[in-house]
């Protein structure tokens, strides 16, 4: 606790469950955490330094602990159980994020993180991508095994190559006529299991079943594909 000097921290593979010890770190820069048994990120909301994080395979539910942290440039949370990111507003510094395999609903809040340049959100709850137009830096997305409806909200990401969007619920017209560096786009659809719990006869259980449920892209139309070297969509 008295090591305010540190500047990286490497404590991945352990037991570790919070992150208490590394308050009150103001040198803090790097911090590689991943595959613990962390559930609590509070103590990082003071190390206003802090530039990478990676914080993969652990029992996250909640980022907005790091919301302040505003030179974070890398973050790196997949494999965990987020169901929020929090106020993403000052993380303007922000390039990377990997925010894959968790419980995620809305990433809305990224729209506000103008320097980001990959984003790396697949098999989550994601619904809706709006305001991502003004990511002007942004060059990859990756979205896939979501339950998103439209990409319109990518329209204006000039300098986005790649789009992997599929496994989703993509339907109506995509306009991405304003993404002019788009080279590789992935929305084909394959048949999603899903499980639903349905009142089974006796009150006091619950039945879930499985259900395989077909979309297909028969009404999709997308807008501004002229410069694609590499498509998907079957």
Known sequence: KNMTKL????????????????????????????????????GLSDTTALETISIATNEIKDLSAIANNAKLETITAS??????????????????????DNAITDISTLANCTALESINAYKNEITKIEGFDKLDALTSISVYDNKISDLNGLNGC??????????NRLSGTVDLSKCTALKSLDIYVADKTEEKTEDSKDESKEETKEETIEYNLDALVIKGLANLTTVNAY
């Open 158 to 167: 000039e300098k986005l190559e790649t789009i992997s969007a599929y496994n």
């Open 7 to 42: 500047e990286t921290v490497i404590i991945e593979n352990n037991c570790v469950k919070t992150l208490d010890a590394l308050a009150g770190k103001p040198a803090l820069k790097q911090l590689y955490a991943g595959d613990n048994h962390i559930t609590d990120i509070s």
């Open 79 to 100: 494999a965990n159980k987020i169901e929020t990111l929090g106020d993403f507003s000052k993380l303007t510094a922000l390039k990377n994020i990997s925010i894959y």
